[in-house]
């Protein structure tokens, strides 16, 4: 377990940006306890000052995860976001879409969200845009990237792709191996 | 009048400043300590731990305050101050003792043929002058050739003979060879086996080769077998570190970020990032960029395979 | 929303009066049982009286093969019969261990359990219960759910899963955040709700253990074997993700799906780790609150696993027990005896059997003598034994709770809480010593009457001592007393 360096805090603020803006303020100053971010075998976990000072009596290979874990980096470098993260996400979202309660069964197994189970969508999204999903109960269900505008959606066809999935809580059993 | 009863009295209010033991409490006054060897009273030990405490806490303090008093004093604008004898207590050593440093060539030759070391004294006498001078170092004998004023030129020089000169070169030449030796008894100190130096020496050309690319071995393949170079240690900070002070770097990051979006795409010039990442991609693939290169290697593997 | 309320209100107590109901016709069917039973038996005698099997038969019956299941059960109802009223209903001449021994083997047989273990359980309980505790292992629990506290309401999460078309009841009184369901339309294991984690899928009785320790907020907890984080999870949400949980697993395979529940129901302040649970007081110690659900032997939960009915030995369960002595006794010095807040370790099992139960509690309430029993806060349950074939347990052993499947329709489960209190000097000595576990030597020691000092018979060794310490510092010591000197005579002689 160790502090992210300063191109891994960017890798992790830039992607956490793109859903959050700049409420990422709020994650990283937050008035209740003091929270960090920490880098434990390849993924960034987010914890609260005292339960990291804890862990840290924990040996390195018998410590499995603290706090909530947000992601991890790629062999490459890159962070990757999981859907662990949605809590914080959902919490500080910009940009929201609503599916229909027909939708949410085919985006729980990995799918794009199609034009037909779209419910709502928050204005003036824009194009590529991280978008948190939610069902129409406001439960959050996973996130993705917008392939169009809020504008743009509007001419689509029914069997167009509105949001590319990126997670959705159905990995919480699909990928329980792969995610930890 | 008699007052025996009253001084009676106001002597049993305070102890007697006398410290009587059986074995007599040892005051090391250079330190500030006393110890105290009497066993334990296991009675009163037992019957209250603190008080048992706090009486042979005074009985030290006593009798260290006694030992100080019988001091010589110095008077000082603050009041008179006890001159303090140099300590008697023997401490442990906190380090080990220094391991005996390996012999020289020198050391060993003269070892074997049974030659004793004699002192050099630092000083020479200097007949002409009458008096003690350095043997080196500013005014020093070693260079009172290329000092002089005057020098006698042999019959048979040169035409370009230059007495100081030769002296000085002489004498460089003497350090030189001196500072050699010293630097081979060294190497000769630290290893071992002429194997294990190869070794070493071939490892630390690789390390050198391999960086030693257009990119810094950035791009470079990684041949099968190739070890990570060893002994090289990424730092990062301490786990541990004051949330406040992390909170206030992420903060700064984050304005960062905000503030100059292009420029934070860019690679920070730091240290580690010594390449241009783009620069050396450019330069790599003839300005067409990295999809091409990469399309570029994919079509070498594909006419591999079919052969 | 009204409407809702009134709705859960009149579900409470339909669920209420069902009890009700049921618990008259229980007592009902207690009192005719014994009649009933009688004229039962009386028309079967009409036909042909039963007869024990000799022993010869028994063999002959064994060297056949499998045995008609009918006769068997038959067989088994006439034994219990006969044993409920022994001295009346037997034949003469046969011995009552004779008909035990023939019940326990039928039961074996037709149930497929092996006959250690067949034993080991009809051991536990009165004849009658006891078959029906093996017929209860036969039939599946109801499946039931926990709600997330931290994420939804429990009439909340009913209303949409009742939209969903599951069929669902309120558990109990005794919990307010459990759902029976009772059948479903859609697989309640992947609904939208329970991958957002609004609720666990979890046995009705590993609520027990949680609830018996009933963490407050702000306290460090440790879980010591969580997997899969029912538990685990269900401390988090009682402490509304304040204070941390240690959640520990020994399996480092299971922290994978004991990480990924802990995420999913939102758990933010838990640690999970994978030690051996033996390994922990040198990990960390301090917690104000441990639970120790101890690895068993399983026979609690016989209807989800029946391969516990054959695959259990006597090794095992020594080798078991063992395990949770030490367990316990790790997880009694992980405790903060100074917590303000707590200070309490609850030690459960989903195993039936005394050895794993019972016996590891008396264990570790002889061993470390700062730590009593205390109420679990469970209103219902069977007391714990406070005896038990021959054997003598504490007598707070009745403040722990035992739970049958034949009696709670829940798992079989055990679950005792202590107090942990600070010790005096000589039970900080007696821990050390605890280190051995299972040493039936060190529990002799400890018995024996403790060894004093007579200061006056010591004293001219002590004096002795004196002199020797002052020679060695290179002193004169005081000349020596005439009656000392005798004594170190007498010594030397």
Redesign the interface.
């Known amino acids: 377990m160790r502090p992210l360096t300063e191109d891994e805090s960017k890798a992790v603020f830039t992607k956490l940006a793109n859903y959050i803006g700049k409420n990422i303020i709020h994650l990283i100053d937050r008035p209740d306890e003091r929270y960090c971010f920490r880098l434990h075998k390849d993924r960034v976990y987010y914890a609260t000052e005292t339960s990291m000072r804890l862990a840290i009596s924990v040996a390195r290979p018998s410590l499995v995860s603290l706090g909530t874990c947000f992601g991890k980096f790629t062999k490459s470098g890159k962070f990757k976001l999981h859907i662990m993260a949605l809590d914080y996400l959902a919490q500080y979202a910009k940009y929201k879409v609503w599916i229909k309660p027909n939708g949410e069964m085919p985006f729980l197994y990995g799918n794009h969200v199609l034009k037909a189970h779209l419910g709502r969508i928050t204005e003036d999204t824009p194009e590529h845009q991280g978008v948190v999903i939610f069902s129409m109960s406001d439960v959050p269900l996973g996130f993705g990237v917008t392939a169009r505008s809020t504008v743009d959606t509007r001419k689509l066809d029914p069997t167009a792709i509105i949001v590319f999935h990126q997670a959705d809580v159905g990995e919480y059993l699909r990928d329980e191996e792969t995610l930890f | 009048m008699d007052v025996s009863n009253i001084l009676a009295s106001h002597a049993a209010k305070f102890q007697t400043t006398n410290v009587e033991k059986d074995i007599a409490i040892e005051v090391d006054p250079g330190y500030l300590t006393t110890a105290d060897f009497n066993s334990i009273d296991e009675e009163s030990y037992k019957w209250n731990l603190e008080e048992h405490l706090q009486s042979l806490a005074r009985d030290g303090t006593q009798a260290l305050i006694n030992a100080l008093f019988s001091l010589p004093t110095a008077s000082s604008p603050e009041g008179p101050i006890a001159q303090l004898p140099p300590p008697t207590t023997e401490l442990p050593r906190a380090k080990p003792l220094p391991k005996p440093k390996p012999p020289t060539k020198w050391e060993l030759f003269a070892a074997a043929k049974g030659i004793q070391k004699k002192k050099k004294e630092k000083k020479e006498w200097d007949e002409e002058r009458q008096e003690w001078v350095d043997r080196w170092g500013k005014d020093g004998k070693n260079k009172q050739v290329e000092e002089q004023w005057l020098t006698e030129v042999p019959h048979n020089a040169n035409i370009d003979h230059d007495p100081r000169k030769t002296a000085r070169e002489e004498r460089k030449a003497r350090v030189a060879k001196n500072e050699k030796q010293r630097l081979q008894n060294l190497a000769r100190a630290a290893e071992t086996t002429p194997q294990e130096s190869r070794k070493r020496d071939i490892e630390r050309t690789l390390v050198q080769a391999r960086t030693s690319t257009a990119s810094m071995g950035r791009f470079d393949k990684q041949l099968e077998g190739e070890k990570k170079p060893r002994g090289i240690k990424r730092k990062f900070n301490p786990t541990e570190t004051s949330a406040d002070d992390e909170r206030k770097a992420s903060l700064a990051l984050l304005t960062r970020m905000e503030s100059d979006d292009k420029k934070m795409r860019k690679e920070s010039p730091r240290e580690g990032n010594i390449v241009n990442v783009r620069k050396a991609v450019r330069h790599a693939s003839k300005g067409e960029g990295a999809i091409a290169l990469a399309r570029k290697g994919e079509d070498g593997k594909k006419r591999k395979g079919r052969r | 929303m009204a409407n809702m309320e009134a709705r859960s209100r009149a579900m409470d107590e339909k669920a209420t009066r069902e009890a009700a109901l049921d618990e008259e016709e229980l007592k009902a069917a207690e009192l005719s049982e014994d009649g009933d039973l009688d004229v039962d038996m009386d028309e079967n005698e009409d036909g042909e009286p039963f007869r024990l099997p000799t022993v010869d038969e028994r063999e002959q019956e064994k060297a056949n093969g499998i045995p008609d299941i009918h006769v068997v059960q038959q067989r088994m109802k006439a034994c219990v019969h006969v044993l409920g009223n022994f001295r009346k209903r037997a034949e003469s001449g046969r011995s009552r261990s004779e008909y035990v021994g023939q019940l326990i083997s039928d039961i074996a047989s037709y149930y497929g359990y092996n006959e250690f273990l067949a034993e080991k359980l009809f051991q536990l309980f009165p004849v009658p219960e006891a078959i029906e505790f093996f017929e209860a292992n036969e039939v599946p629990r109801p499946v039931t759910i926990r709600t997330n506290t931290l994420r939804t309401r429990r009439r909340d999460l009913a209303q949409?899963l009742i939209n969903r078309g599951v069929n669902l009841e309120p558990i109990g009184k005794w919990t307010n955040v459990g759902l029976q369901v009772f059948e479903s339309s859609v697989p309640i294991?992947?609904t939208?709700?329970y991958?957002?984690?609004?609720y666990m899928l979890q046995a009705a009785s590993s609520f027990l253990p949680v609830i018996a320790l009933s963490p407050q907020p702000n306290e460090?907890v440790l879980d010591m074997a969580s997997a899969p984080g029912g538990k685990t999870t269900y401390m988090a949400a009682l402490m509304q993700n304040t204070g941390?949980v240690?959640a520990n697993d020994a399996n480092?395979a299971r922290?994978?799906?004991?990480?990924?529940n802990?995420?999913?129901l939102?758990c933010?302040?838990?640690?999970?780790?994978?030690?051996d649970g033996r390994e922990f007081p040198r990990?960390?110690g301090g917690f104000d609150r441990v639970l120790l659900d101890a690895p068993c032997s399983g026979t609690g939960v016989i209807s989800k696993d029946s391969s516990v009915k054959v695959n259990k030995s006597d090794r095992d369960f020594t080798l078991l027990s063992h395990l949770q002595k030490q367990l316990i006794l790790c997880a009694i010095d992980s405790i903060s005896p100074d917590s303000k807040t707590g200070g309490y370790l609850v030690y459960s099992t989903c195993s039936v059997t005394v050895d794993e139960n019972e016996a590891v509690v008396d264990y570790a309430l002889r061993k470390r003598r700062n730590v009593k029993l205390v109420e679990t806060g469970l209103s219902f349950g069977r007391e714990g034994f406070a005896q038990y074939r021959g054997k003598t347990f504490n007598p707070n052993l009745r403040l722990t709770r035992r739970f049958y499947p034949h009696v709670h329709n829940m798992d079989g489960f055990f679950v005792a809480k202590f107090k942990i209190e600070k010790g005096s000097k000589r039970d900080s000595n007696n821990k050390d010593e605890g280190r051995g576990v299972g040493d039936e030597k060190l529990e002799a020691d400890q018995k024996e009457e403790e060894v004093g000092f007579d200061?006056d018979e010591d004293r001219p060794y002590?004096e002795e001592s004196?002199r020797r310490?002052?020679k060695a510092?290179g002193?004169r010591p005081p000349a020596r007393v005439n009656q000392t000197k005798t004594a170190t005579i007498d010594t030397k002689a």
């Open positions: 949409t294991g992947a939208p709700e991958l957002a984690g609004h460090r941390i240690f480092k922290t994978k799906s004991l990480t990924a802990v995420h999913r939102g933010k302040n838990v640690v999970v780790c994978s030690y990990v960390m200061s002590i004196k310490r002052l510092k002193l």
